[in-house]
């Protein structure tokens, strides 16, 4: 039982980044999608407790289109660690939301970064903890041979990321593909993007 807690222990210097600045404009409901509610929790929610529970030392979400205010208070009340920044420039794409990230992750002297999607309720604490733990610059989880998130990307690569439209760290996946591990992992990266995704998700998230 000892061994399993140290190989799940995630270093200090290692921050998760929680992207949930989108307008979610391909789901067509009468609120956010990521204030959609299944199984009693909005899927903003699933997605920071989970995050949480992998025992980062900070999390940083990343806000933008749509108030999260309330679901962070409620987080905030069970875990300190958590913080909010908010991307004026969300409607430019995920890139400018991922460089907000890494510029409060750099004010926390973060050697690394660990990000994922707010609209993917379904990654398990496990798996953010086994990307955190990859021992590589650059890593993926890989959910039955397909690569999703969360992705691991230390801090001499950061510089290398886009700064404008909707691609994150795809691109280190190209051009420093010698440098990147796939690490396998449970749970599902299946995200809420129309209003057919909500009947998978209720699946993935009563099991």
């Known amino acids: 039982m000892v061994e399993a807690q140290k190989s799940n222990q995630i270093t200090s210097a ?14 067509f409901g009468n609120i956010h999608k990521l204030l959609t509610v299944i199984n009693g ?8 407790q989970n995050c949480l529970a ?7 979400v990343v ?4 108030d999260l ?6 987080a905030k009340f069970a875990q300190a660690n958590l913080i909010e920044v908010h991307n004026q420039d969300w409607q430019t794409g995920m890139a400018s939301s991922l ?12 050697s690394s970064v660990v990000v ?3 609209d993917q309720p379904a990654i398990t604490p496990s798996s953010w903890q086994r990307v955190a733990n990859s021992m590589s610059p650059l890593a993926v989880a890989t959910y039955n041979g397909v690569r999703g998130n969360p ?15 909707d691609e994150g760290a795809r691109s280190l996946f190209r051009s420093h593909k010698d440098l990147l591990e796939e690490v396998e992992c449970d749970g599902s990266a299946h995200d809420l993007d129309t209003s057919s995704d909500i009947e998978t998700l209720t699946k993935l998230l009563t099991k």
Request: glycine share 8%; aromatic share 8%.
């Open 116 to 118: 994922g999607l707010a």
């Open 63 to 66: 806000t933008g289109a749509v």
């Open 41 to 48: 929790k909005t899927i903003f929610s699933w997605a920071v």
């Open 54 to 60: 992998a025992q980062f030392k900070q999390v940083i």
């Open 99 to 110: 460089q907000c990230g890494l510029a409060e992750a750099q004010r926390h002297a973060a």
């Open 69 to 74: 205010s309330a679901q962070i208070s409620e």
């Open 14 to 27: 290692t921050t998760a980044v929680l992207l949930a600045a989108g307008s979610g404009s391909r789901f």
């Open 151 to 165: 992705v691991r990307i230390h801090a001499e690569l950061w510089q290398l990321l886009p700064t404008r439209g």
